[in-house]
Structure formats: C-alpha cells, structure tokens
C-alpha cells in the first residue's frame, strides 16, 4: 500500500494526448452532425443522446404503433465489439465517399 510504483494509472495517455482526444473527437461530432451524417435515433456516444433517451424513444415509438393497431417487430443487435475489428483504410475511405473528404482526416 505504501509503494506508488504499485499502482498504475486510471489513463495511461499523457495530458497533451488527451487534449488532442478531445479536440479531434469534438471536431468530428460537429462534422458528423453539421452534415447530418448520423441518424437521428443514433444513441449511446452523442450528448444528451444516452440510452435513456434511446428506450424512452423506442417507448414512445411502440405506445404510438399500438395505439394505431399496427403490428410491431422489433430486432436487438449487441454491436458492444463492433470497432474492434474495423479496418481503418475502409472506415476512411467510406468517410470520403460520404463526403468528408480530405479535410477531414488533416488535423493541422
């Protein structure tokens, strides 16, 4: 208990890497909201879009079904691993097809 060399650090990134995290992560919510890249009902990483939000949506989404007597199927995906094993070269080049560009991938 008495060692610091015992413990290791809550982030292993140093402060200057964090601040370019958080400034390369703002600059692509703008990009990806600005150009309205993302749905709407897209949850979970977006601010005020958790996933309260998201089952408070999809409530109100099936109140609404029911209530017009229409008939609901409903299909619940765990995407948890998904970036794992995304490959980098295709992610940017879907990201110039949509329109990125670029600019985007230059953070100079």
Same mark, same amino acid.
């Given at each position: 208990?008495?060692? *610091?060399?015992?413990?290791?650090?809550?982030? @292993? /990134? @140093?402060?200057?890497?964090?601040?370019?995290?958080? *400034?390369?992560? &703002? =600059?692509?919510? /703008?990009?990806?909201?600005?150009?309205?890249?993302?749905? &709407? $009902?897209?949850?979970?990483?977006? %601010?005020?879009?958790?996933?309260? $939000?998201? =089952?408070? &949506? #999809?409530?109100?989404?099936?109140?609404?079904? /029911? $209530?017009?007597?229409? #008939?609901?199927?409903?299909?619940?995906?765990?995407?948890?691993?998904?970036? #794992?094993?995304?490959?980098? %070269?295709?992610?940017?080049?879907? @990201?110039?097809? %949509?329109?990125?560009?670029? &600019?985007?991938?230059?953070? @100079?």
């Amino acid at each position: 208990k008495d060692k *610091v060399s015992n413990y290791k650090p809550v982030c @292993s /990134l @140093s402060p200057i890497s964090k601040i370019i995290e958080k *400034v390369i992560y &703002n =600059r692509i919510i /703008l990009f990806l909201d600005r150009y309205e890249i993302i749905s &709407n $009902t897209q949850f979970g990483f977006r %601010k005020n879009m958790g996933s309260e $939000t998201a =089952r408070l &949506n #999809y409530i109100e989404f099936l109140k609404n079904e /029911l $209530t017009n007597y229409k #008939y609901i199927i409903s299909m619940l995906l765990d995407h948890s691993k998904a970036f #794992y094993v995304i490959d980098h %070269k295709i992610l940017e080049m879907n @990201s110039n097809i %949509k329109g990125s560009g670029e &600019n985007f991938w230059n953070f @100079s």
